[in-house]
Antibody, heavy 119, light 108 residues
Framework: EVQLVESGGGLVQPGGSLRLSCAASGFTFSSYNMNWVRQAPGRGLEWVSFINTRSSTIFYADSVRGRFTISRNNAKNSLYLQMNSLRVEDTAFYFC????????????WGQGTLVTVSS | EIVMTQSPATLSVSPGERATLSCRTSQTVSTNLAWYQQKPGQAPRLLIYGASTRATGIPARFSGSGSGTEFTLTISSLQSEDFAVYYCQQYNNFPPWAFGQGTKVDIK
């Protein structure tokens, strides 16, 4: 069974940093491109970042470029999101999501971890 | 960047009735469009991909249609477990991978 489990969320002050993790199991993690997608409370889904299998191709949404860094460790079946210079508007549930296809069909999602940016 | 527009924002339907949800894209996405269901406190679940192919385990009452810029998700006979928010997502032109703003299906 495919499982994606996020961790690392919490309360942080504006300007602070957090590192999110996503532990994958039930599939060959190293064979799949991965993403972070976020959802502000009561709002819709916003794609945040993409990383391919070898970490050679990385994309970011304009809203986080220069502040967030995506990475992965295939040996540990883990995906990461380093979030710096956090803003109030970054408050959201952060989901990791697996890409089923090279075009980015997101077929499995974790349950999410909540990041709250507030003073 | 492709803009996704879903309508209506909220759809009130009685159990057993048919629900029709719309998704429009600002540029053609061919059939590279997916639909997701999200219930409160849960992750999105893939329902439909390729505009019309049901994902594994999705009941036949869910169907998708369309191509280009106009897409429809139909739930033929709403069950209690179908009341949720539905999102469309394009995966033809990226990045970014764009989502619609969602349609909430609630009980009439």
């Amino acid at each position: 069974e495919v499982q994606l489990v996020e961790s690392g969320g919490g309360l942080v002050q504006p300007g602070g940093s957090l590192r999110l993790s996503c532990a994958a199991s039930g599939f060959t993690f190293s064979s799949y491109n991965m993403n972070w997608v976020r959802q502000a409370p009561g709002r819709g889904l916003e794609w945040v970042s993409f990383i391919n299998t070898r970490s050679s191709t990385i994309f970011y949404a304009d809203s986080v470029r220069g502040r967030f860094t995506i990475s992965r460790n295939n040996a540990k079946n883990s995906l990461y999101l380093q979030m710096n210079s956090l803003r109030v508007e970054d408050t959201a549930f952060y989901f990791c999501a697996r890409d089923q296809t090279i075009r980015g069909l997101k077929d499995y999602w974790g349950q999410g971890t909540l990041v709250t940016v507030s003073s | 960047e492709i803009v996704m527009t879903q309508s209506p924002a909220t759809l009130s339907v009685s159990p057993g009735e048919r629900a029709t949800l719309s998704c429009r894209t600002s540029q053609t996405v061919s059939t590279n469009l997916a639909w997701y269901q999200q219930k409160p406190g849960q992750a999105p679940r893939l329902l439909i991909y390729g505009a019309s192919t049901r994902a594994t385990g999705i009941p036949a009452r869910f169907s998708g249609s369309g191509s280009g810029t106009e897409f429809t998700l139909t739930i033929s006979s709403l069950q209690s477990e179908d009341f949720a928010v539905y999102y469309c997502q394009q995966y033809n032109n990226f990045p970014p991978w764009a989502f619609g703003q969602g349609t909430k299906v609630d009980i009439k």
